[in-house]
């Protein structure tokens, strides 16, 4: 197979597109699309001030990549969730992000959840009826709390993330086969700061597929972690995705139209005006925090019970000198 | 009698460090399939450089595959 551009051997064939480039051509096709996708959705413009959540994975790293060469001013944050499950999970993931970081001169910081909140994540969901089965739900609450912390309190104007299609399309299906119609209204390329408070989400992979960020990844040299969190294991976003994935081998595309005509029907009032059943936001007493949750919100019921360490809701990210991310403005 | 060459010739894919020997003559697509592996979920590459699926594989090939699909 050859590419469609300069007739190299192609180094990627995207059935969906029905689109093969060589190397040189597909590292500047996957900026060319994002750069698109930024546009599409309006989701920021090259004067704002970014922040990009970073985890050490293909898809947070290669998204950092793509922006800083299209020239958007961009920031990372990588969260140290202490996971370790004998493989130095964290540590391994934390010193990839700093390594990107600093070859590229660029800033990122680092928050520690067990230096900053007294207890890791897998520790913290032991002791918490949320978390008692798996931490993963320990986690996304923490992460989503401090990301939006720090995005608010230092003037980002968006918090990005390397969520891509198969990301996207995964829990379309997953809330679809439950009707889940407070996800399925919240879900969106851009997630508007509807309140003070409440930062701005966007996310400029959302139409690209995930073997093609990891070729992406691949192609620049990207050294990212290749081992998976080892709380994914049995997680239900790897069962839908690998459903979406048998019926895209018998039908190029199926995903990308599968989240397209999704994102298309709620804009043509696939749900009624009230359908997301949310609730109003009110600030955290404890933190000021948006919350839903009367009284304090979940972020911080969580740590009540905790020992040794209570939340402190000022607590900024964690410094280090020399340390790339010891700068954010 | 079989002949000195009757050994199928075979090609070896790595997967997450675990070599698959498969028989060489198809495509890589057909390959990635009959290991129990989806083509949407893995990227080949030979000697550091990704290929694409239609590929032929040779005897002697080894090609690693790189799983693509996160879950958390």
Known sequence: MRCRTCGAPAAINMRQHKLALCRAHYVDWIPEQTERAIEHYRMFTRGEKLLVAVSGGKDSLALWDVLHRLGYGADGIYIDLGIDAGIGYSAKSRALCEQFASARGLQLQVVSVPGAYGSSIPDVAKQSVRGRRKPCSVCGLVKRHIMNRVCREQGYAALATGHNLDDEAAVLLHNAMTWSGGYLVRQAPVLAATRPGLARKVKPFCRIYERETAAYTLMQKIEYIYDECPYATGSSTLYYKELLNRMEEDRPGAKLQFYLAFLQAKDQGLFAPGASGESELHDCPQCGQPTSAPGKCAFCRLWENIPPVAPSPGLGPEKEPGDAGEETS | ?72
Do not use: N, W
């Open chain 2, 1 to 72: 009698m079989l002949g000195m060459d009757a050994q199928p010739s075979k090609t070896t894919l790595i997967h997450r460090g675990k070599r698959i020997e498969v028989r060489s003559g198809s495509t890589l697509r057909d390959a990635i399939r009959k290991a129990g592996f989806s083509p949407e979920a893995v990227l080949a590459a030979k000697d550091g450089e990704l290929i694409t699926d239609d590929r032929i594989l040779l005897p002697g090939d080894e090609i690693q595959l790189v799983a693509v699909i996160s879950g958390g």
